[in-house]
């Protein structure tokens, strides 16, 4: 079961799914394909957002690492 999501700082909405960094698996494509999370890139780097809002795409947090 996924955590619940914070809010929005954009635009309030709580339609917020996890970022998942670095080479995806398998599972992970399938997660993104069913919107349980978004895929953020192989590059991982410090500072990188953790989160991202359905509703308006803006990305923020901090990553889990």
């Not at 996890?18 to 399938?30: F, L, R, Y």
């Given at each position: 079961?996924?955590?619940?999501?914070?809010?929005c700082?954009?635009?309030?909405?709580?339609?917020?799914?996890?970022?998942?960094?670095?080479?995806?698996?398998?599972?992970?494509?399938?997660?993104?394909?069913?919107?349980?999370?978004?895929?953020?890139?192989?590059?991982?780097?410090?500072?990188?957002?953790?989160?991202?809002?359905?509703?308006?795409?803006?990305?923020?947090g901090?990553?889990?690492?």
């Amino acid at each position: 079961m996924l955590d619940q999501q914070a809010p929005c700082p954009r635009c309030r909405s709580v339609q917020t799914v996890p970022i998942s960094w670095g080479m995806p698996t398998e599972e992970a494509e399938h997660d993104a394909a069913a919107g349980r999370v978004v895929l953020g890139g192989c590059l991982v780097g410090d500072g990188d957002p953790g989160t991202q809002c359905r509703a308006c795409g803006h990305r923020f947090g901090a990553a889990r690492s």
